[in-house]
C-alpha cells in the first residue's frame, strides 16, 4: 500500500517554497519583473579595515529581456486559472527544473511538461553561484566525481544543437581553466597527490610552483612553499544566463512545454489508484499522468516532510547560505584569468562526504566563527566583473547579507589577491542564496520510496550547475523507464538516502 500524502493548507508550508513572494510586474519587461537574485541590505556589523566605510550596494541580476518576456508570457496565458493536465510536473525552475524540462521535452516529442516555481527561474542557489562547472576540486574516484565528470560531458552534448536558444555564447562559456591554491608544504604534497589522481582519470592537470602560478597570475600571492594545481579543462557559465538559456530552449517546444512562475505548490494529491499526480498550486490544480518531480532546491526537504508526513526530509536537505561577491576589480590590478579557488575548499567534497553518513562541513583556513567557513575563491565573469567567495553557514532561508561576513570575505581574498585591499565597500555587489545542503552528503535523484508517482532531484547544494544535465538524464531515464547512461554505481549513490521505506517507516 502506498504512503499517505497529507494534504496541507499552504499557511501550513511556510517553508515549501520561497518564504517571500516576488513583487507582481506591471507589465511584461525586464525593468519591472523581479529579479532572479535577491540580496538584503547588511545588518550593520562591524567592519574590518580591508573596506572603506560604506555600505555594499545591493544589485538586482534579472533574467535577460526575452526570458522575462517569455516567463511573463507563460504565466499570462494561463491567468485564466484552468486545471491542467499534462504528462510530467516539476516543482522548482532552478537549473535542475529547467534542464529537466529541457532534457524531458527532447526525449521524447510526444511528453508534456509544466514546470511550476512560486518565484522566477534563478531564484534560489543558481543565481548566486560563481557557474563554475569544475572536477579539480571533488574527491577523485568518487561516485560523485563520475557524476560530475559526465555531467560535464553531457553540458557539451545539450549545447551542441544549432538553436538560437542554447548556445556556448547564450551561457557565457569559459574555458579558462582552474587553479588549486595551496599556502604550506603539506597542501602542496596534497595536490601533488591530487594531480597524480586527476591525471590517472585522463585529465591534463599540472603541478606548479608557487613562482610559476604566479607568473600565470600576476595579481595573485602564494608563499614560496605553496603551491598550485592547474586544470585547463574546468571551465565556467553564467549561472543566471544559463538558466535564461534553457527556459527559451523549453518555450521553443510550443505547445508542449508550460511555465507557471509565480504560482507555488500547496499540496499534493492522489487519485484513485494512490498513485501521486496531482499538485494543487494557488492558482489550479495540475495533473501530472506520468510523475511529479520535486527539484526545489532548499525547500525539497521542507516540502516533502510536509506533505509525506516524514520528519526525515526535513533534515535530509537544509538550507545553507552562500555569499558572493560581485565587484571590478581595483585600477592596475592584472586581470584574474583562471577561476582560482583555494585547496581547504576541497574539504566541502571530501570522500567521507561522498560515501554517505554526515556531510562535510570542514572549515578553510580564512575566518570561521559561529559556524561559518569562509575559503576563498575568484574568477572573472564574461562581462569582465570580478566574482569573489564565499561563504557558507546554515541560517535558514535568510537571504541576508551580515556586513562582517562580506568583510571576512574580503579579508581572505585579500591574503590571496593583495590587489582588492584598495576596493571600496559601496564598489561591492552581494549574491546571497540558500544552497541546499544534502546531510547523506551528495544529492538525491530517485523515485520517493513507497510513494508511487513521486520522484525527487535535490541535495546538489553548489553543484547544481555542474551536475544538472546528468542529473536530468537520470531523471528522464527513470520516468521513460529507459537505461541510464550514468554508471550503476552512481545511480545507486543517488538513491533516497533513507533505509526504510516510508511504508516500514510510518509502521513503527
Not at 532534457?103 to 510526444?110: M, N
Given at each position: 500500500m502506498a504512503a499517505t500524502v497529507h494534504v496541507c493548507s499552504q499557511s501550513q508550508l511556510p517553508q515549501c517554497t520561497p518564504a517571500v513572494r516576488a513583487a507582481q510586474p506591471a507589465a511584461a519587461t525586464s525593468s519591472t519583473l523581479p529579479s532572479c537574485t535577491v540580496t538584503a541590505r547588511p545588518s550593520g556589523l562591524h567592519r574590518r579595515s580591508v573596506l572603506a566605510p560604506?555600505?555594499?550596494?545591493?544589485?538586482?541580476?534579472?533574467?535577460?529581456?526575452?526570458?522575462?518576456?517569455?516567463?511573463?508570457?507563460?504565466?499570462?496565458?494561463?491567468?485564466?486559472a484552468a486545471?491542467?493536465?499534462?504528462?510530467?510536473?516539476?516543482?522548482?525552475?532552478?537549473?535542475?527544473?529547467?534542464?529537466?524540462?529541457?532534457?524531458?521535452?527532447?526525449?521524447?516529442?510526444?511528453?508534456?511538461?509544466?514546470?511550476?516555481?512560486?518565484?522566477?527561474?534563478?531564484?534560489g542557489a543558481t543565481g548566486a553561484g560563481q557557474g563554475y562547472l569544475w572536477l579539480a576540486h571533488r574527491d577523485v574516484g568518487s561516485p560523485l566525481f563520475q557524476l560530475a565528470a559526465e555531467s560535464r560531458a553531457m553540458w557539451r552534448e545539450l549545447l551542441a544543437p544549432a538553436v538560437p536558444e542554447l548556445t556556448t555564447a547564450a551561457v557565457e562559456w569559459q574555458e579558462v581553466g582552474s587553479m588549486l591554491l595551496s599556502s604550506t608544504a603539506d597542501e602542496a604534497a596534497g595536490l601533488a597527490a591530487r594531480c597524480q589522481a586527476l591525471a590517472a582519470e585522463g585529465l591534463a592537470a599540472q603541478l606548479l610552483t608557487a613562482a610559476e602560478a604566479r607568473r600565470r597570475e600576476p595579481a595573485l600571492q602564494l608563499p614560496a612553499q605553496g603551491a598550485a594545481l592547474l586544470l585547463p579543462s574546468d571551465l565556467q557559465v553564467n549561472g543566471r544566463a544559463t538558466a535564461a538559456a534553457l527556459l527559451r530552449a523549453c518555450e521553443a517546444h510550443s505547445g508542449r512545454f508550460t511555465a507557471l512562475f509565480e504560482e507555488g505548490a500547496l499540496r499534493l494529491a492522489a487519485g484513485e489508484s494512490g498513485r501521486v499526480d496531482q499538485v494543487q498550486t494557488q492558482a489550479r490544480r495540475v495533473r501530472a499522468r506520468r510523475s511529479i518531480v520535486v527539484a526545489l532546491g532548499a525547500w525539497s526537504g521542507a516540502f516533502l516532510a510536509d506533505q509525506l508526513a516524514d520528519v526525515r526530509w526535513a533534515g535530509a536537505f537544509r538550507p545553507r547560505r552562500g555569499l558572493l561577491l560581485e565587484m571590478t576589480a581595483p585600477a592596475g590590478m592584472p586581470a584574474v584569468s583562471h577561476?582560482?579557488?583555494?585547496?581547504?575548499?576541497?574539504?566541502?567534497?571530501?570522500?567521507?562526504?561522498?560515501?554517505?553518513?554526515?556531510?562535510?562541513?570542514?572549515?578553510?583556513?580564512?575566518?570561521?566563527?559561529?559556524?561559518?567557513?569562509?575559503?576563498?575563491?575568484?574568477?572573472?565573469?564574461?562581462?569582465?566583473?570580478?566574482?569573489?567567495?564565499?561563504?557558507?553557514?546554515?541560517?535558514?532561508?535568510?537571504?541576508?547579507?551580515?556586513?562582517?561576513?562580506?568583510?571576512?570575505?574580503?579579508?581572505?581574498?585579500?591574503?590571496?589577491?593583495?590587489?582588492?585591499?584598495?576596493?571600496?565597500?559601496?564598489?561591492?555587489?552581494?549574491?546571497?542564496?540558500?544552497?541546499?545542503?544534502?546531510?547523506?552528503?551528495g544529492p538525491t535523484v530517485s523515485p520517493v520510496p513507497g510513494v508511487e508517482g513521486l520522484l525527487v532531484a535535490a541535495g546538489h547544494e553548489g553543484s547544481g550547475l555542474t551536475m544538472a544535465p546528468a542529473t536530468a538524464e537520470l531523471v528522464a531515464a527513470y520516468l521513460l523507464d529507459q537505461p541510464s547512461r550514468l554508471d550503476e554505481r552512481v545511480v545507486e549513490a543517488l538513491r533516497c538516502p533513507f533505509g526504510l521505506s516510508i511504508e516500514d517507516y510510518l509502521s513503527m
Open positions: 560604506a555600505q555594499p550596494r545591493r544589485r538586482a541580476a534579472s533574467l535577460t529581456a526575452p526570458v522575462v518576456a517569455a516567463a511573463a508570457a507563460s504565466s499570462a496565458g494561463a491567468s485564466s486545471d491542467l493536465e499534462v504528462d510530467v510536473c516539476i516543482l522548482g525552475a532552478g537549473i535542475i527544473g529547467l534542464c529537466t524540462a529541457l532534457t524531458l521535452l527532447r526525449a521524447d516529442p510526444g511528453l508534456r511538461v509544466a514546470l511550476l516555481d512560486r518565484q522566477v527561474p534563478c531564484s577561476g582560482l579557488m583555494e585547496v581547504s575548499y576541497t574539504s566541502h567534497y571530501s570522500r567521507q562526504a561522498i560515501a554517505g553518513g554526515k556531510g562535510a562541513q570542514g572549515k578553510g583556513d580564512g575566518d570561521s566563527e559561529e559556524g561559518i567557513d569562509i575559503t576563498f575563491t575568484a574568477t572573472t565573469s564574461a562581462s569582465g566583473s570580478l566574482l569573489v567567495g564565499s561563504s557558507r553557514e546554515f541560517a535558514g532561508y535568510s537571504r541576508d547579507a551580515p556586513e562582517h561576513i562580506v568583510s571576512a570575505i574580503m579579508q581572505r581574498a585579500a591574503h590571496f589577491l593583495p590587489a582588492l585591499a584598495a576596493v571600496r565597500w559601496q564598489d561591492i555587489s552581494v549574491r546571497a542564496g540558500p544552497r541546499p545542503f544534502a546531510t547523506a552528503g
